[in-house]
């Protein structure tokens, strides 16, 4: 059967970022990190990887934990509750355009440190950032908390992911370059004179399709969930994760049969597959892992019912297969998972 609920997972080196933010404003984190189903032993796991769900939990865990939706990364808090302002502010707006100003705008009242200006041209809209005088460098993380929050409500209200052309940020590439790529577009560049992302400019027409009906379940996961929710889905290797997710596992095609279905030829598939940092196989890898984390995350199937239904005859291979893509075994993903429960009923 075709997969289903495939949301991806997030990066364990990119958990850590979240978590020097708090580590930094003197939080304990690691109640955090239990409540929201992290397995401590995941941290210390290079090539671990965490849900969706448990991401946005950590998110919303330390905005509450410092009253600071920014994390700490402006001098002023974006206090609790702002990004459902800023919702209910943009809720109103008639169309894409409007929507994005009035997101920016709000964004401009509630920090000091950074902020952004939008330009329009017939090839794209510009969101360019700038920082204080006197103020530091902001990281990525920083770049990439403000844009999603921004990118994310647009998203939302207008009903559609708004394609991102490029991105350039004048701060250094960081240790998950990968992870931004997924979140922003392949084409990335870091160390430049400026910061700013370019969009598509389609949006900007588009009316604003959201009500007060459908805010309520939206705000249940926004914004942690954004990160997964509007990743980049214009590469080749999206578009072969995609093929791969709507067929059954059993019927995965060979590299020359998934060309045939893409339209190109097997040798510039594996190209442009190698420019974006995959290949065939570990594409395929890296979906049957992410499928495997939601399955011991989210459903009752024992391992070995899980490994059969990622591809595996014997699950003594479903074993060493997932320690070599994640570090750990399953039964750690499976505690995780228990953990999240036990927070969820206690709540």
């Known amino acids: 059967m075709p997969l289903k609920n495939d949301k991806g997972t997030i990066s364990v080196s990119l958990v850590e ?56 990364q402006d001098s002023h ?13 943009a809720l109103t707006a008639r169309n894409g355009a409007q929507a994005i100003a009035r997101a920016l705008g709000f964004m401009r009242l509630v920090l000091d440190d950074l902020s952004a200006q939008l330009t329009s041209e017939p090839e794209h809209v510009r969101i360019t950032f700038t920082h204080r005088n006197g103020t530091p460098q902001p990281t990525m993380f920083a770049y990439a908390t403000y844009f999603i929050l921004v990118y994310g409500l647009v998203c939302w209200l207008v009903g559609r992911r708004i394609p991102l052309l490029s991105a350039s940020f004048s701060c ?73 997710r709507a067929l059954p596992m059993a019927g995965w095609p060979a590299a020359d049969q ?53 591809g595996f005859a014997e699950p003594s291979a479903f074993h060493r297969a997932f320690r070599k893509w994640t570090g750990m075994r399953p039964t750690d993903y499976r505690v995780a998972r228990a953990s999240l429960t036990r927070s969820a009923e206690s709540d």
């Not at 965490?50 to 934990?65: F, K, M, P």
């Not at 960081?174 to 004179?193: I, K, N, T």
Request: aromatic content about 8%; overall charge positive; glycine content about 6%.
């Open 258 to 310: 998934m060309a045939l279905r893409l339209n190109v030829a097997e040798a510039t598939m594996r190209r442009h597959l190698k420019q974006e940092g995959h290949t065939y196989q570990s594409i395929k890898d890296d979906l049957r892992r992410d499928i495997a984390i939601g399955e011991l995350q989210g459903s009752g199937r024992s391992i070995a019912d899980i490994a059969t239904r990622v």
């Open 172 to 244: 250094d590439e960081p240790p998950a370059a990968h992870e931004y790529r997924l979140m922003f577009c392949d084409v990335m560049y870091f160390g430049q004179d400026a910061s700013y992302v370019d969009l598509s400019p389609e949006f900007l027409a588009l009316p604003v399709i959201q009500t007060t009906q459908s805010i309520k379940p939206f705000l249940r996961d926004a914004p942690g969930s954004f990160v997964v929710k509007y990743r980049n889905p214009g590469s080749l290797a999206a578009r072969v994760r995609k093929t791969l």
């Open 77 to 89: 808090p974006m206090r609790c509750g702002s990004f459902i302002a800023m919702t209910q502010t």
């Open 17 to 72: 970022e979240t978590l020097a933010l708090a580590r930094a404003r003197g939080l304990d984190v690691l109640p955090l990190v239990e409540a929201a189903g992290i397995a401590p032993a995941m941290l210390a796991a290079p090539k671990s990887r965490v849900s969706s769900a448990q991401y946005g939990a950590l998110w919303a865990g330390i905005a509450r934990a410092l009253d600071d939706e920014f994390f700490g």
